[in-house]
């Protein structure tokens, strides 16, 4: 029965550990002490389970609790309390990774819905140096050779609306990959997101190519801003085509 026991508390600890580690950024919504609670009862869970391979003396319920739990319990406090806060960034910060373009000359499946529109999808990676999880949109500015400046939104997650635009029909294509993220980003606390954003570019004079475009460009840059209230929270260069 003391194995059984052990051996349900070991499938336990790994399961609530997958779990944490799966959704980190779900985790990364609750209260420091909620946190401090759950990675508390997955290392209480793997201590139990190897509880019956220790000594006797070891095993005896004041020892075991004076050796093992209640530094655990000190330790998780330390870190969660005291060492963890002092971790604590600013904000969110971006950086493009590499540059890439499809076209609707391209033969991805992209023109078989007619679009006539590039579609440009960098890799960008975003990092989260607080201790929340942070949900942002990412847009992309060109102000080109006369001033005037575009703003463009990353493709969204979820498209109001019922008529099928060209919006939700990129979402729709591009989401049977893992590699592309959609606004918006969420990001775990003191993580790191990585992937491939979508800009659906419907402004370029007649004639005039996206790389044209961004070379002619007075600046080409990324924000992150604030899904509440738009607040800019960063932006960072665009590496050319």
Request: glycine content about 6%; cysteine-free.
């Amino acid at each position: 029965m003391t194995r059984l026991v052990s051996a349900l508390s070991l499938l336990l600890a790994a399961l609530l550990l997958y779990w944490l580690d799966a959704n980190a950024i779900v985790v990364g919504r609750l209260a420091i002490p909620a946190r401090a609670l759950l990675s508390a009862s997955v290392a209480i869970l793997g201590l139990i389970g190897v509880r019956p391979w220790l000594s006797p003396f070891l095993r005896s319920p004041v020892v075991f609790t004076g050796f093992f739990v209640i530094p655990l319990l000190f330790f998780v406090a330390l870190y969660f309390f005291l060492l963890l806060p002092q971790r604590e960034g600013e904000g969110v910060r971006g950086e493009q990774i590499l540059s890439a373009l499809i076209t609707d000359a391209s033969s991805n499946g992209i023109v078989e819905v007619g679009f006539s529109y590039p579609i440009y999808t960098p890799t960008i990676e975003l990092k989260n140096a607080e201790l929340f999880t942070r949900d942002v949109e990412l847009y992309l500015r060109v102000i080109d050779a006369r001033g005037d400046s575009s703003l463009y939104r990353a493709v969204r997650d979820a498209v109001p609306g019922s008529a099928l635009s060209v919006e939700a029909s990129v979402k729709g294509l591009l989401s049977e990959s893992e590699e592309y993220v959609f606004n918006p980003l969420s990001v775990a606390p003191l993580g790191s997101l990585t992937g491939k954003a979508a800009f659906v570019i419907t402004n370029l004079e007649e004639g005039t190519s996206l790389r044209q475009a961004l070379k002619d460009a007075q600046q080409a840059q990324f924000e992150l801003r604030d899904i509440d209230s738009g607040e800019l929270i960063d932006d960072f260069p665009l590496i050319r085509l």
